[in-house]
């Protein structure tokens, strides 16, 4: 029973990186806005709206 013991702490260490943010999860204003304004209007006619989210995303952090 000693190393069923050990296998919750493992489970509970992994479990850290998960609580990290992640791309899809940020700055949901700017992707919402950048989104709508796609389906809208295209892409190509949305440069502005995909330039903001994307700062918004390197300014936590994530290299885009």
Request: aromatic share 2%; with cysteine.
């Amino acid at each position: 029973m000693g190393s069923s013991e050990s296998t919750p702490s493992k489970q509970e260490s992994s479990s850290e990186p998960e609580k990290k943010l992640k791309p899809c999860c940020a700055c949901p204003e700017t992707r919402k806005i950048r989104d709508e304004c796609i389906l809208e209007n295209g892409e190509e006619n949305c440069k502005e709206a995909i330039e903001a989210h994307k700062e918004c995303l390197r300014k936590l952090g994530f290299k885009i």
